[in-house]
């Protein structure tokens, strides 16, 4: 679905001023811009009993380090702009889902990593569908080992 929005601007008059027969002045507004805006239906029910569903999509997908040989566990994985989240199991795989489908931004960050830097995360723009989309790998610089105080 979607919608036409008016952005509706309102000029309120100067209370100090008054019209021929002594009232104040009415406010005016006029419409300035439209704003498009839409979703999608996920489901839908009626009290006859009749249901509609729409199928989400799964994103899956394995993160490794830069020479995309070596998985990556404990990594976090989220489509920006969204509460989908999750993180990487020991052989660097995740899923994600259900999602709505739509074009996201797939983001992969390692907040162990030092120094932390752009290097430590990964992004992506995706079109998800109503089936499974599998990702590529996606590609974090390998870690270093954490600086620890010789005291």
């Not at 899923?95 to 830097?117: E, H, I, Q, W």
Request: hydrophobic share 35%; net charge neutral.
């Amino acid at each position: 679905w979607n919608m036409l929005l008016p952005a509706v601007e309102v000029t309120v008059p100067d209370t100090t001023t008054m019209s021929r027969i002594g009232v104040p002045r009415p406010r005016s507004s006029r419409v300035v811009q439209f704003r498009e805006t839409g979703g999608l239906v996920e489901s839908a029910s009626w009290p006859d009993g009749t249901r509609v569903s729409e199928p989400l999509g799964t994103v899956t997908g394995v993160v490794a380090d830069d020479d995309g040989h070596h998985p990556m566990s404990g990594v976090s994985v989220g489509l920006l702009g969204t509460a989908l989240a999750t993180t990487t199991d020991s052989s660097g795989a995740y899923t994600l889902g259900p999602v709505l489908p739509g074009r996201y931004t797939l983001v992969a960050a390692d907040s162990t990593r030092v120094p932390v830097d752009d290097r430590a995360q990964a992004r992506r723009t995706i079109d998800v569908g109503n089936d499974t989309l599998r990702v590529t790998p996606m590609v974090l610089r390998a870690r270093q080992p954490l600086l620890r105080n010789p005291l």
